[in-house]
């Protein structure tokens, strides 16, 4: 070997255990049992729109949506909600009161706002999941379109 090759193998040689040092040297990796769950495991932050209507509005538009006769309208296959996205919109965030056909029945009955109790998120959600059952038309609400009609009445 002459001096560069000597140079070139020491360097070579350092960078080898420049290596395996920053590899931990086999140290098995230590698990803290406070640390978050992995990313995969987080469960999204979108509301679960079928929770929401069991919770807020099945006790009268009723479990699969067909509501009460001349009490409570039928959300299924209806002609007012699926006719009119902003309405739906309108009638959960403001409520709903006076005469109201639906399907050929005419209902003459109140719904409370649900503004306050549920929030934009809420509302999209199960809106969304309103729409997506039940022979409705499958309309996708956002929040920020719920959003966009609560300063409207
Ligand atoms: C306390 C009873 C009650 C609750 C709770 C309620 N509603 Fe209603 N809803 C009504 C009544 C009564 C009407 C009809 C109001 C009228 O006569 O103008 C109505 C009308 C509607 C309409 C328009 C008519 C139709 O059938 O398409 C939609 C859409 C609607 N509700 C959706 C909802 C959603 C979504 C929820 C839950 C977030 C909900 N409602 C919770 C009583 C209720």
Redesign the pocket.
């Known amino acids: 070997m002459n001096k560069v090759q000597q140079k070139i193998s020491l360097a070579l040689s350092l960078c080898l255990v420049a290596f395996i040092v920053a590899c931990g040297g086999g140290e098995p990796p230590k698990t803290d049992p406070n640390a978050p769950p992995p990313q995969s495991m987080v469960k999204e932050d979108v509301p679960d729109g079928k929770a929401?209507?069991t919770k807020?509005?099945q006790?009268?538009?009723q479990e699969n949506g067909q509501g009460v006769p001349k009490a409570?309208?039928?959300?299924a296959n209806?002609d007012?909600?699926n006719s009119n996205v902003e309405g739906?919109i309108d009638?959960?965030i403001h409520g709903?009161?006076?005469e109201?056909i639906?399907n050929g029945e005419k209902?003459?009955?109140?719904?409370?706002p649900?503004g306050g109790t549920?929030n934009d998120a809420e509302i999209a959600a199960?809106?969304t999941y309103?729409y997506s059952q039940w022979g409705n038309n499958g309309s996708v609400i956002t929040p920020e379109m719920v959003a966009a009609r609560r300063t409207k009445k």
């Open positions: 929401i209507y807020t509005c006790a009268c538009h409570f309208p039928p959300l209806a007012v909600l739906a009638g959960v709903r009161k006076g109201l639906v209902y003459n009955t109140e719904m409370a649900l549920l199960v809106l309103v």
